[in-house]
């Protein structure tokens, strides 16, 4: 007996083979909300959860016949995009993406390790060719600093002016994420449209984790996929990152990774988790 298709959600992101961010947590993700996940390689990278050893971007023809071959067959839910590498791939996600169904970007730039994963080109074409498509752009705090050239980010006041200036890039919405901000006890996320803003707040956990932003932005275009507004959709990803992060698989070298099914069965995350 078959089953139907569930919603569908497609990340445009590079791989890692550690899983634990790149387009291996976001399908982890789109898993663990109960969404179909499908994939778009944009570069190959040799990575641990502690540094970048090489990577290797695909060629805009690879990235584009792989969005057009997806599109043939199904009708994408909501899109995520990550590490995009250079301007030739940014242009082929512009020149391929079909209109209609939201974008979560999340903009890519340094490793969590400090390894550059964009060329200073491609920068200026991120800016003015695919934020202006987003739905909602969820940058981290150096991010935001280099896109939005409102430096040093410090305090929640310094986000909202970056956040202005994305708004004004063309975005729907933008997510600054503020697990860079201070060390206090509490990290806050400040959601903006042009009708407005909130702010989300959860723990801070004393320990970082490769691949959260990632995990995060993949749980914006799940909630999405799924039907939810854009709202709700950032406040049910700001759950489940929480619970993620505070869940976080501990590896033997001392790095941490999401658990995107923290809120799974103990008897299923054993046998259906592993993917």
């Known amino acids: 007996m078959t089953a139907p298709l569930p919603p569908t959600a497609c990340t445009i992101a590079g791989s ?12 982890k993700t789109f898993a663990a909300y109960g969404v179909y996940g499908l994939s778009v390689v944009t570069a190959v990278t040799a990575q641990n959860t502690r540094k970048v050893a090489g990577a290797w971007v695909q060629s805009a023809d690879s990235v584009s016949a792989q969005i057009t071959t997806l599109c043939e067959e199904f009708s994408v839910s909501a899109w995520k995009t990550g590490m995009l ?5 940014i242009e082929a ?6 209109p209609g169904a939201p974008l979560v970007l999340d903009p890519v730039i340094v490793s969590t390790s400090g390894h550059r994963l964009i060329t200073e080109d491609a920068l ?4 003015d060719g695919l934020i202006p498509r987003a739905t909602v752009v969820t940058p981290n705090i150096p991010e935001a600093e280099i896109l939005s050239g409102i430096a040093p980010i410090r305090s929640l006041e310094d986000m909202r002016e ?4 994305f708004l004004s890039y063309g975005a729907d919405a933008v997510v600054l994420k503020g697990g860079h901000l201070g ?5 806050v996320d ?4 042009r009708n407005g803003e909130e702010a989300f707040s959860a723990p801070r956990y004393p320990y970082e984790v490769h691949g959260s932003g990632c995990c995060f932005a993949s749980a914006i275009a799940a909630e999405l996929s799924l039907g939810r507004d854009l709202r709700g959709g950032v406040a049910g990803a700001k759950r489940f990152i929480d619970g993620a992060i505070r869940e976080a698989i501990q590896l033997p070298s001392g790095g941490a990774v999401p658990d995107p099914f ?4 103990a008897s299923k995350r054993q046998t259906d988790s592993l993917i």
């Open 93 to 98: 996600v512009i020149d391929s993406l079909p």
């Open 183 to 187: 060390s206090g006890d509490a990290s």
């Open 262 to 265: 923290w809120e799974w069965p």
């Open 85 to 89: 590498g250079n301007t030739a791939v």
């Open 190 to 193: 400040l959601f903006m449209t």
């Open 16 to 27: 890692d083979p550690s899983g634990g961010a790149g387009l291996q947590i976001d399908l």
């Open 162 to 165: 970056a956040g202005l200036v």
């Open 124 to 127: 200026l074409l991120l800016r």
